[in-house]
């Protein structure tokens, strides 16, 4: 469960810190903006270092709690229901996270 948390807080990051500069860019929002952008992307490369694997595993498995994320960013930020197929599509990632996360590993595999 830590390592889910630590994977949402950093897709939460990521996703703030390109939403912002879109906002700016997009919405006629505020430069000011890309400050708390550029603190978010800080805070977003923070955390991805602190997950407890290869960096390699770390971002393959990170890319399905993304869109898991994004989806509920969608929902909650942009007002946009997912749909069954955005909900079952990020089930899939998710079931994609888990199994390389979760799997048995040997000392010498990594």
Not at 80 to 96: K, M, Q
Request: charged residues 10%; aromatic residues 14%.
């Amino acid at each position: 469960m830590k390592t889910l948390a630590l994977f949402v807080a950093t897709a939460f990051f990521e996703i703030l810190g390109c939403y912002l500069p879109w906002l700016w860019l997009r919405q006629n929002g505020s430069a000011w903006l890309l400050v708390p952008a550029a603190l978010a992307l800080a805070a977003f490369v923070w955390l991805l270092t602190l997950h407890p694997t290869a960096s390699g595993r770390v971002y393959a498995a990170y890319g399905g709690v993304y869109v898991a994320v994004a989806l509920l960013w969608l929902w909650r930020v942009d007002g946009i229901v997912p749909s069954r197929w955005d909900l079952v599509g990020a089930a899939l990632c998710l079931c994609g996270m888990a199994v390389i996360m979760l799997a048995p590993r040997t000392a010498a595999a990594g």
